[in-house]
């Protein structure tokens, strides 16, 4: 009845435009309340959800990305890739996706993707013939991915929740976020094929490729630095960050492409971003704090645990839970909550932590895309300056596919535990 209540709560406050964060906040202090509690062990459990050295690395990351961003890096990525695959059937769709791949490195944010590359490429798709729609559904879709490629932000933060090596999750993401891009590109390429074909055409030439490749050879050296130190044990995931802070400003300040001005503009999006994810932690610790308390995980752990015997059975109410309550919260907010309620569970159906840690952010990826919920379906609809409800018929294919992939990653072990597994 708590879980319920807290969550029927939750989902009113948001229906009737409450912001995310007052919504997990107000429901977590009205629990507190109601309890007897003290507002000062509400304020505690906000602080030590936060007091972390490894969270430190979100606004690190995300400084990085607005910097990169704001001088071209992505743009030169962009280019790079499209001279790649744009010369194939569906090429400017699938250099999206590749582009994705590359900015997500340096991004570590899902919306960060959806606004960069979306803004870069959604205009010369259309140009090309793609219906703005579809267009807009090949960035959402592709913007799903980036939650995969470190250094996810929403990634950082599950490694701290669930207290699992950075690292490890890192090199645990990397073969699944090709799995699920390969399957996007192969929805794109069959679509342009024999369903909406464009007669897009890129102009491809030895010349122009190798221009290309060297204007984006300095942006590729952000995530070799931020991948490379942190496998090689030469720095942690927050000292990564702050290295990646250090090679953008070089970067910007070599390309002279960020004015003064700009650079305050960084510093306020940056803030800004990053207040909104650490305080979507902070209130969703709170609601941690308060399931514990209220022993609601032992419940759901009972009710849940009937179906741990039958491994399709509990990978399936994983996968519709946890796309659910990760649209209407936004990602991290759930995983906060969720991930440490499911996580023994998962472990008695036979799911080990880097394979459960994988499965859940690729059906967190989902949630972040999924219209009319999901916030990166709302950032590429106004880019391509069409409806929300538009979107919904061109992410069918891609969410078909997505949830396909899942169940792939859920039934093979391997895809998330084989790497980690050798550098051990």
């Known amino acids: 009845m708590t879980l319920a209540a807290g969550f029927l709560g939750i989902v009113a406050l948001i229906l ?44 690190l990351f995300v400084l990085t990305g607005e ?40 991004s570590g944010s899902v919306n960060a993707d959806a606004a960069a590359i979306g803004a870069t490429m959604i205009p010369p798709m259309a140009k090309a013939g793609y219906r703005r729609p579809w267009a807009a559904a090949i960035v959402a879709a592709a913007s799903g991915t980036g939650i995969l490629i470190p250094p996810s932000i929403t990634m950082i933060v599950l490694g701290t929740v669930a207290q699992i090596s950075i690292r490890d999750l890192f090199l645990a993401a990397l073969i699944p976020a090709a799995v699920v891009a390969l399957a996007k590109g192969v929805v794109i390429y069959v679509y342009a094929k024999y369903v909406e074909p464009t007669g897009e055409r890129v102009e491809v030439t030895a010349k122009a490729l190798g221009r290309a490749a060297v204007s984006a050879m300095l942006p590729l050296g952000a995530p070799v630095i931020i991948l490379g130190g942190i496998l090689a044990g030469i720095f942690t995931a927050t000292e990564a960050a702050a290295v990646a802070v250090l090679y953008a400003a070089l970067l910007a300040v070599g390309y002279r492409s960020v004015s003064r001005s700009d650079w305050q503009t960084i510093l306020v999006n940056a803030g800004r971003i990053s207040g909104v994810v650490l305080s979507l932690v902070g209130v969703a ?111 069918l294919p891609f969410m078909a596919v997505m949830f396909a992939t899942i169940l792939l990653l859920a039934y093979v072990p391997a895809f998330s535990e084989w790497l980690p597994s050798l550098v051990r």
């Not at 007897?36 to 959800?49: F, I, M, T």
């Not at 709170?286 to 009710?303: H, I, P």
């Open 67 to 106: 910097i990169l961003h704001r001088s071209g890096a992505a743009e030169r990525l962009v280019r790079f890739v499209t001279m790649l695959v744009g010369w194939l059937p569906g090429g400017l769709g699938m250099s999206v996706v590749a582009s994705t791949m590359l900015f997500s490195g340096l």
């Open 285 to 395: 610790q709170l609601l941690a704090f308060m399931l514990a308390y209220d022993q609601v995980g032992d419940e759901l752990a009972e009710w849940t645990s009937q179906f741990t015997g039958n491994y399709l059975v509990f990978v399936t109410i994983l996968m519709v839970l946890f796309w659910i309550l990760g649209a209407l919260l936004d990602g991290i907010p759930a995983l906060v909550v969720l991930i440490p309620l499911f996580l023994p569970l998962a472990a008695q159906a036979g799911m080990g932590e880097l394979h459960f840690a994988i499965f859940s952010l690729a059906v967190f990826g989902i949630s972040l895309v999924t219209p009319p919920l999901g916030s990166a379906s709302f950032i590429v609809t106004g880019l391509a300056k069409i409806r929300v409800v538009d979107l919904i018929r061109p992410m």
């Open 16 to 59: 009737i435009g409450v912001p995310v964060v007052a919504a997990l906040g107000t429901v977590g202090l009205a629990q507190a309340w109601w309890d007897g509690l003290p507002l000062s062990a509400a304020a505690q459990s906000v602080y030590h959800g936060l007091d972390s050295f490894t969270l430190l690395a979100i606004p």
